[in-house]
Nanobody, 119 residues
């Protein structure tokens, strides 16, 4: 069974840093685009950053220059380094991955990890 699991969330003061991780496991043949999304209370889920298998990255404007997305294909792991955190970054952060498994491609979501930035 294929799954993706996030970790690394927590409580941090404004200006601080956190590093999120997302690990994919199961019978995986390949992983295409991976991404981080977030959802704050009362808001829709929004895209934060994406990274292709070849490490081409995209960011939402609000995190450019502060967040860095990366991946280790051999470890089936994606990271989000978050620096200069702001209270408005508070949200549940979700991992998303396009995964090729034995019966074809599928899109998988993690359960989410809470990030809380205090002012």
């Amino acid at each position: 069974q294929v799954q993706v699991v996030e970790s690394g969330g927590g409580l941090v003061q404004a200006g601080g840093s956190l590093r999120l991780s997302c690990v994919a496991s199961g019978r995986i043949f390949s992983i295409n685009v991976m991404g981080w999304y977030r959802q704050a209370p009362g808001n829709q889920r929004e895209l934060v950053a994406t990274i292709t298998r070849g490490s081409i990255t995209k960011y939402v404007d609000s995190v450019k220059g502060r967040f860095t997305i990366s991946r280790d294909n051999a470890k089936k792991t994606m990271y989000l380094q978050m620096n200069s955190l702001k209270p408005e970054d508070t949200a549940v952060y979700y991992c998303n991955a396009e995964i090729m498994k034995y019966d074809g491609w599928g899109t998988f979501w993690g359960q989410g990890t809470q990030v809380t930035v205090s002012s």
